[in-house]
């Protein structure tokens, strides 16, 4: 297992203004991944995130809306770039700890609100 | 095409079982996951199964899958007042696809 930590926990933002949210993880991980967890609906991948590299988008996801940092094996980032009230939701980052996509673990999630 | 189903709600008494269902829609999954989700709080990785097994066990939860009918269920013995929570089920296809969760309430 890993243990995740996410900061920060909840924000309030303005529209217009960006967030950048930060994930830690415990130990060097291969593989990391962002979701958005839209209100009462279930989790969407985002991207994955690349040590490295430009991270990997899922479809519906751009780079100039959801740019991603992962300097290390142990952190990485993803901003929300102009925010608007539609990009309220919880952020979760998780990772792959056996160097595989499978059996992630979680973050406990950054809840964002957008006014 | 990528889908997973499952119930919204579920109410049960205290010390009952549970039981959470969900279906999926790729015969290519390689795993199949249970995620618990309690409030304000991130995913806990539950349990999984393989594709190729169906059955699992792990303490109080078994794991049912119906690979033929792509059906995949959680069963928890002995439901208690701290399993309230939100089940995710999810199959993994290269990427973790997950249902829209189950809320499990449990009624002393």
């Known amino acids: 297992s890993a243990v995740i930590s996410q900061k920060p926990s909840r924000d309030i933002c303005q529209r217009g203004t960006s967030l950048t949210i930060q994930c830690q993880v415990d130990?060097?991980?291969?593989?990391m991944f962002w979701y958005r967890q839209q209100p009462g609906q279930s989790l969407t991948l985002i991207a994955t995130a690349n040590q490295g590299s430009e991270a990997t988008y899922e479809s519906g996801f751009v780079i100039d809306k959801f740019p991603i940092s992962r300097p290390n094996l142990t952190f990485s980032t993803l901003t929300v770039s102009n925010m608007s009230p539609e990009d309220s939701s919880i952020y979760l980052c998780?990772?792959?700890?056996?160097?595989?996509?499978?059996?992630?673990?979680f973050g406990s999630g950054t809840q964002l609100s957008v006014l | 095409g990528e889908d997973v189903e499952q119930s919204l709600f579920l109410s049960v008494r205290e010390g009952d079982s549970s039981v959470i269902n969900c279906t999926y829609t790729d015969s290519s999954s390689t795993y199949l996951y249970w995620y618990k989700q309690e409030p304000g709080a991130g995913l806990q990785l539950l349990t999984y199964?393989?594709?190729?097994?169906d059955m699992k066990q792990d303490q109080r939860l078994t794991v049912l899958l119906n690979k033929k009918d792509k059906h995949l269920s959680l069963r928890i013995a002995d439901t208690q007042t701290g399993d309230s929570a939100i089940y995710f089920c999810a199959e993994s296809i290269g990427k973790l696809i997950f249902g829209q969760g189950t809320e499990l309430s449990v009624k002393p």
């Open positions: 998780s990772v792959g700890t056996d160097g595989t996509n499978e059996k992630l673990f």
């Open positions: 199964i393989f594709s190729n097994m």
């Open positions: 130990s060097q991980v291969t593989m």
